[in-house]
C-alpha cells in the first residue's frame, strides 16, 4: 500500500538515492507520504485494537487512587450540608416524598380498569394466596375518536 507509485523496494539503502534535485525532491515528497499513511495506518490500528479489548475485556475498572479522590469529595461535601443545614433537620426527620411531576389525568375520560390477580392457591403447596399490596398505574390510549384511560 504505497502512495504516488512508490515501491517498497525501491531505495534499500542511501547508495541508490537519485543524483538529480528534482528526482530526489520527488522522492523525498514519496517517503513522507509513506510515513504519514503509515503512521495514520498505525493509529487506525491502535483504535481498533482498543474497540477489541474493550469488547472482549470490557471497561477498565477505576484504581483505587480515584476512588479514595471520590470518597473524599463525598465525605467534604456532606461536611459541609451537616454544618450548614438547620439542627433539627440533621435528626433523620424523613423528607416529604416528591410529589409527581404530570397533573393527573382528568376525572371524566372513561376508564377501563383491569384487576391482576395471582390466583386463588399454590399450584406447588395447595397454600391460598393473599394480596400483599397495590400498584396503580395510569396509561392514557386514543382509540380513534376519543380517549380512554387504562387502569
Do not use: W
Amino acid at each position: 500500500m504505497a502512495p504516488l507509485g512508490y515501491k517498497m523496494g525501491m531505495f534499500e539503502d542511501a547508495r541508490s538515492l537519485p543524483e538529480d534535485p528534482a528526482e530526489l525532491r520527488d522522492a523525498a515528497v514519496n517517503l513522507v507520504a509513506l510515513v504519514k499513511s503509515q503512521a495514520l495506518q498505525i493509529e487506525k490500528l491502535k483504535h481498533e485494537l482498543a474497540g477489541h479489548r474493550r469488547h472482549r475485556f470490557g471497561s477498565t475498572s477505576e484504581t483505587l487512587d480515584q476512588l479514595n479522590l471520590r470518597l473524599e469529595e463525598e465525605e467534604i461535601a456532606a461536611a459541609k450540608a451537616a454544618k450548614s443545614a438547620p439542627p433539627d433537620a440533621s435528626q433523620g426527620a424523613s423528607e416529604p416524598r416528591a410529589k409527581p411531576k404530570r397533573r393527573p389525568l382528568p376525572a371524566d375520560l372513561p376508564r377501563n380498569e383491569q384487576v391482576l390477580s395471582p390466583g386463588d392457591a399454590c399450584g406447588k403447596c395447595g397454600g391460598k394466596l393473599k394480596t400483599l399490596g397495590e400498584d396503580v398505574t395510569e396509561e392514557l390510549e386514543y382509540v380513534p375518536g376519543h380517549y380512554v384511560v387504562n387502569r
